[in-house]
């Protein structure tokens, strides 16, 4: 079972990151008041130890285009992008409707902290295929990018190399999409856990972009304190260095990306929030997922979820900005749940792409 949200669960030492992230996390859920279960003494973590980002190019156009096209199947697609932000040539992977007679919206799909290279979790564990079989949408799905936050970063990293990934999402790529997959120009984002922070996050920064956002199982503040260090730990996970992503802790550029602190930008944008509560539910069952793991990080991990998610629904209460809010008594951080929400949140997001 692949968790791939914070911590794409695989066990590994115990090391500074990983106790970082597994204080912190403990510690919204402390705060919360929402009880979880303690984490085993040597923790899931997902840590990434040797991992290397995508070799880079030099030879890039000036302007991004699509160098390739390979069929996973006839509507299931490998578009090789060159990026001239990224520094190479970026893999996204686009799902096509049945009924390809006329312009349709198109749906953006962000993966947890774990996202494999070549690969979407949200096809390999979500259902996205046989989800989206008989919907009127394009669908791009990421590939590739851990523990990034899906934002444009200061500098290249040593491990993470070039990250720019705001700029290909949202100024690179819907072009591109929209002319050859014949898209109407109407947007939509969709994450999970680090995805679910970025789509939120793409969402203020790029006004007028997305008409609506489904953010599941996310945190939405990262501006200082237990928010800054959260963030800090995910990039750990994979050995980056955060200062790398958004500068010393007083950098603004953290507060230029806090959810939480630019709130008020999502007014006008359709959005749907979900979380479970860390206690097992219906999907925490043997064959089902790693139960132990499930239970001991899985549980706390939604736990600081929910606070997290209660948090940013109560701040557009007070905003009065419209949000649909579904917070499940019971769930674990795991893809079972996720892909229950791909139905939960399609009414929202097909009423405001008019699809």
């Known amino acids: 079972m692949s968790y791939g949200g914070w911590f794409g669960l695989r066990r590994r030492r115990w090391n500074g990151p990983v106790m970082i992230l597994a204080s912190v996390t403990l510690g919204i ?7 979880g279960a303690q984490p085993p003494a040597r923790p899931d973590t997902g840590s990434a130890d040797g991992y290397q980002a995508p070799g880079e190019s030099s030879g890039l156009s000036i302007h991004p285009f699509i160098d ?4 996973i199947t006839d509507r299931w697609l490998r578009v090789h992008v060159q990026s001239r932000a990224m520094n190479r040539v970026v893999e996204v992977q686009v799902l096509l409707p049945a009924d390809r007679s006329r312009p349709r919206p ?3 799909m962000l993966d947890g902290r774990g996202a494999p290279e070549n690969d979407s979790n949200w096809t390999a564990h979500g259902r996205a295929v046989e989800f989206f079989a008989d919907k009127n949408v394009n669908v791009v799905l990421t590939t590739g990018g851990p523990a990034n936050l899906y934002t444009d970063w200061q500098r290249r990293d040593d491990v993470l190399g070039t990250n720019k990934w705001e700029t290909f999402l949202t100024r690179e790529l819907p072009p591109l999409i929209d002319a050859e997959f014949d898209g109407n120009g109407r947007n939509g984002i969709q994450g999970v856990s680090m995805g679910a922070e970025a789509s939120m996050m793409l969402a203020f920064r790029n006004p007028g972009l997305y008409s609506v956002v489904a953010a599941h199982s996310g945190c939405y503040s990262l501006g200082s304190g237990a928010g800054q260090a959260r963030a800090r730990g995910i990039v750990a996970t994979y050995g980056g260095n955060a200062d790398n992503m958004f500068g010393t802790p007083t950098d603004p550029d953290w507060y ?3 959810v ?3 709130a ?5 944008t359709a959005l749907y929030l979900s979380s479970g509560s860390g206690i097992p539910g219906e999907h925490d069952v043997p064959g089902r997922v790693d139960l132990p793991d499930a239970i001991t990080v899985g549980g706390p991990l939604e736990a600081g979820a929910y606070a ?9 209460a007070e905003l009065q900005i ?7 008594p019971t769930g674990t951080h795991s893809w079972p749940y996720w892909t229950d929400e791909l139905a939960g949140s399609w009414p929202t997001i097909a009423t405001a792409l008019d699809a």
Do not use: F, K
């Open 29 to 35: 859920v402390m705060m919360s008041g929402v009880s």
């Open 68 to 71: 390739r096209i390979e069929p």
């Open 106 to 108: 198109t749906v953006y």
């Open 256 to 258: 230029a990306h806090d």
């Open 260 to 262: 939480m602190a630019h």
């Open 264 to 268: 008020n930008e999502l007014r006008g």
């Open 308 to 316: 997290c998610t209660l948090a940013l629904a109560n701040r557009l």
């Open 322 to 328: 419209p949000a649909t809010v579904r917070q499940r």
